[in-house]
């Protein structure tokens, strides 16, 4: 079974500052995806960022950017100039075979 | 617009009382889920399915029955509700393969006094 553990059960930055979100995932498989959700206040689960496990680049969104370390494991999200609107609650994903699990999630609130 | 709709929003209900909250999404997908939020323990899939009259256990199962009469639509059916099953609920739905984007409901407040 696949394990995903977010080590920061809380987080803060300052606003225009960068932040960096942990995952590690634990998995005997060499295919599968990572998910980075956010949950605003509003409680919609909105997609962040993904990443194809086959692939050695990086994603990247506009100010979302992932750390991809295959062999650790290790699916990290970086925020840079955060803003206010980014506060939320963060759940980092690992997908197989369809069946997603999720972790427990990091609370970001960002200061101005 | 594309979305996912989950009724109600809120929901108090008593222990014993059998009740459906309802998804229904607008995009032709293949794939849907219901998962359960609670605080500290992140999102436990309950049920997911991959095709209409296709459904599979998740990781939280016990208490909870679903349906896939419909591609577009999949209740979660509380047949008798616990207090245990108070939580924030959510339905999803995305196309066949991991590579592709979960669309979320807005989430059911569910409480069972």
């Known amino acids: 079974a696949q394990t995903v553990t977010q080590s920061q059960p809380e987080m803060s930055v300052q606003e225009a500052e960068t932040v960096t979100l942990s995952c590690t995932y634990d998995?005997?498989?060499?295919?599968?995806?990572l998910f980075w959700y956010k949950q605003p206040p509003s409680r919609q689960m909105i997609l962040v960022i993904r990443q194809e496990a086959y692939k050695q680049q990086n994603a990247t969104e506009n100010r979302f950017s992932v750390n991809f370390q295959k062999a650790a494991k290790s699916f990290s999200l970086k925020i840079s100039d955060s803003q206010l609107g980014d506060t939320a609650m963060y759940f980092c994903a690992f997908e197989r075979s369809y069946i997603p699990t999720f972790g427990r999630g990091t609370s970001l609130i960002v200061h101005p | 617009e594309a979305q996912v709709t989950q009724n109600p929003r809120y929901l108090i209900t008593v222990t014993g009382k059998k009740l459906t909250v309802t998804c229904s999404q607008n995009?032709?997908?293949?794939?849907m889920s219901w998962y359960r939020q609670d605080p500290g323990l992140g999102l436990r899939q309950i049920y997911y399915?991959?095709?209409?009259?296709?459904?599979d256990k998740g990781d939280v199962p016990e208490g909870y029955k679903v349906s896939r009469k419909e591609k577009r639509n999949f209740p979660l059916i509380l047949e008798s509700p616990s207090p245990n099953q108070t939580s924030l609920y959510f339905c999803?739905?995305?196309?066949?393969?991991?590579?592709?984007?979960?669309?979320f409901g807005q989430g059911t407040r569910l409480t069972v006094v």
């Open positions: 998995t005997s498989e060499s295919n599968y995806y």
């Open positions: 995009m032709n997908h293949e794939y």
């Open positions: 999803a739905s995305s196309l066949m393969g991991g590579n592709t984007e979960a669309f």
């Open positions: 399915s991959m095709n209409v009259e296709v459904t």
